[in-house]
């Protein structure tokens, strides 16, 4: 979802903001280059520590990413820190999505030819819903899963397999489309699926690896001209 259907660019600004508040809740005094520094370092650190987990909650994810950002700087982040920067987040989430070029009209496009479509991410049920809302997308899916009700984390197989499973086909029969290799298409070629890597030209505080997808595309409308997606077989 986030990569593919709508851009992190519009995130950054407001992660920006959400980190100026917890510098001030912390009460230290590193500038903004320092404090992006250090929480990018943190949740590079976070994303080493729980990558090789087949599941973990991703709020637990950040809120160790924070944790290790704000020991960089000689700081702690108390439980309430923690929740008012959530909270803060969630605020600025309206004003920061934005959808990628032509994603409805790719959807809607791909349902007409005949597809099954799934959508398939690694985040919490809360969030999730929260983005799914934002985005318009509950309507022009068959399914929804998140990592926490798969409780599988790609790249684990489980969340692929359960994807297959709700689609009713194999995994010669679907084409998993994400923007990140190490999670996206590494995890889809464990199953056997054909995979497309959509670029996401947002710097990203996570690595995003290296692999060989079946196609790459850098916008979604780029899907219908893929062979074999002129209509479902």
């Known amino acids: 979802m986030g990569g593919t259907l709508f851009s992190y660019k519009g995130f950054e600004e407001s992660r920006r903001q959400s980190l100026q508040d917890l510098r001030s809740w912390l009460g230290i005094e590193a500038d903004d280059a320092a404090l992006g520094a250090a929480f990018a370092e943190g949740q590079r650190r976070a994303f080493a520590e729980f990558t090789d987990r087949p599941f973990y909650l991703h709020r637990d ?26 909270r803060a987040s969630r605020g600025r989430h309206d004003q920061a999505f934005r959808l990628r070029l032509g994603v409805h009209e790719t959807l809607e496009e791909l349902r007409r030819r005949g597809f099954y479509l799934g959508l398939v991410s690694n985040i919490d049920e809360e969030q999730l819903w929260e983005f799914v809302a934002l985005g318009g997308f509950q309507p022009r899916f068959d399914s929804i899963l998140s990592s926490e009700a798969a409780r599988s984390c790609k790249p684990d197989s489980g969340i692929f397999l359960e994807a297959l499973q709700r689609a009713g086909c194999a995994p010669h029969e679907a084409l998993y489309v994400g923007d990140t290799p190490d ?7 464990r199953v056997g699926l054909r995979s497309v890597l959509i670029i996401e030209e947002t710097e990203l505080a996570f690595p995003r690896g290296a692999c060989t997808p079946d196609h790459t595309i850098h916008e979604l409308p780029e899907l219908l001209e893929l062979p074999g997606l002129s209509a479902a077989g």
């Open 183 to 189: 999670h996206d298409i590494v995890g889809a070629g």
């Open 61 to 86: 994810l950040f809120r160790a990413a924070r944790r290790y950002g704000a020991m960089a700087l000689g700081a702690e982040i108390n439980d309430d820190m923690m929740l008012n920067y959530e």
